[in-house]
Each structure stands twice: as C-alpha cells, then as structure tokens.
T-cell receptor, first 114, second 111 residues
Framework: DTEVTQTPKHLVMGMTNKKSLKCEQH?????MYWYKQKAKKPPELMFV???????INESVPSRFSPECPNSSLLNLHLHALQPEDSALYLC?????????????FGPGTRLLVL | AQTVTQSQPEMSVQEAETVTLSCTYD???????LFWYKQPPSRQMILVIR??????QNATENRFSVNFQKAAKSFSLKISDSQLGDAAMYFC????????FGAGTTVTVRA
C-alpha cells in the first residue's frame, strides 16, 4: 500500500483564521514532508520530519507550524496567513528521510486565503 | 543546491505515438537517485519511474523508460504508445540529500 492521505481536500480561510491540515500514511515510513506548490510550478519543500523530529525547516514563516504526533501523522497548523499563501499543500513520506529514497505524495490540500 | 533542468515547458504527442522528455542535472555526487513524477490535472503527484545512479541499466516501467547517461548528467523519459491518460505535468527530480525538482514539462496527448 503506497497511500498517503490528506484532509481536507479544499480549504478556504480568512487571514485571521486558524486552521490545520492533516496528513496520514500507513506505509511504516519514518519520514514525512510538507511541500507548497503554486500552479504550474514544482513543489517547494517546507518541512521534513524524520523519526518524529523536525530535521529541516526551509526558512518557512512562523505562521506555518508543523507537528508530528507520531510517525504516521503529520499536521500543519495555519494562523494569520496571507493571500499569497494560497497554494496546493502536498504531504509526502519516505522510509527514513536520509535522501536517496523514493518519496510518495498525497493528493494535496488546495488552500485559498481570502 | 542541486540543479535540475527541464528545457521543454510543453510537449504534444499524438495518441499511440512516442514522446521523449529531457532532463539534465548538476551534481558532484556519485550516488543519488533520479525520478520522474507525473501530476495530472487532478493534482496527485505519482511516481512514474526511478533510477539509481549506481545501476547502469536503464529503468523501465511498462510504457515508460529512461535513457540515463551518467557522464552527461542526462535523464530523459520516453513514453511509448501514448494514451490520453498520460496527459499531465511531468517533473524530473534528483535526490541525494533532499528532493530537487525541475520546472516541469506539460504533456498533451492529441486524440
């Protein structure tokens, strides 16, 4: 099973709202990733968790707050976002997170910030 | 940071024909992985094919095959017998420490 699931599929929020994105994988992987993708552009890495510890933060603004409650779950908490944060947010997982691995992606959450 | 270059923003292919997507990359490493991912308009990023740099044999997955030229740092994808469902954006990606993507190539399939 190579499935990574993400909820919700779509999210509309105002700039003062607080919301969360959720990602789940059941492949026994120990690394999980958040990417941001603008239309017709490649994904941009935001965060990497390896063995439930944050290993990479690509200088992402603090209005994005990741959380990894366990090795199967990854959340992205959103607060005080800007309209330019509207994008597709992709979650991915891989076996251990040391590179030279295949990453498997979820279907994404389409976020619109008004 | 590693650089991945896809020089073809768009490619069009007739159904049942063959199309080749080009990708070059820049690295000083000898051990790495290369990937082609497909992202249809429905948006899920799907792994098409993977190549490990230490393997000389070109990877093949059904109608998809690669031409991996390590010395030239080239990694092209050939789609044979193109189908309407192949229409998507295709991303070439390099992974040694983290995944670096090319800009993508949009493939349209003409019926």
């Amino acid at each position: 099973d190579t499935e990574v699931t993400q909820t919700p599929k779509h999210l509309v929020m105002g700039m003062t709202n607080k919301k969360s994105l959720k990602c789940e994988q059941h492949m026994g992987h120990r690394a999980m990733y958040w990417y941001k993708q603008k239309a017709k552009k490649p994904p941009e890495l935001m965060f990497v968790y390896s063995y439930e510890k944050l290993s990479i933060n690509e200088s992402v603004p603090s209005r994005f707050s990741p959380e990894c409650p366990n090795s199967s779950l990854l959340n992205l908490h959103l607060h005080a976002l800007q309209p330019e944060d509207s994008a597709l947010y992709l979650c991915a997982s891989s076996p251990v997170g040391r590179g030279r691995e295949t990453q498997y992606f979820g279907p994404g959450t389409r976020l619109l910030v008004l | 940071a590693q650089t991945v270059t896809q020089s073809q923003p768009e490619m069009s292919v007739q159904e049942a024909e063959t199309v080749t997507l080009s990708c070059t990359y820049d690295t000083s490493e000898s051990d790495y992985y290369l990937f082609w991912y497909k992202q249809p308009p429905s948006r899920q990023m799907i792994l098409v094919i993977r190549q490990e740099a230490y393997k000389q044999q070109n990877a093949t997955e059904n109608r998809f095959s690669v031409n991996f030229q390590k010395a030239a740092k080239s990694f092209s994808l050939k789609i044979s017998d193109s189908q309407l469902g192949d229409a998507a954006m295709y991303f070439c990606a390099y992974n040694d420490y983290k995944l670096s993507f090319g800009a993508g190539t949009t493939v349209t399939v003409r019926a």
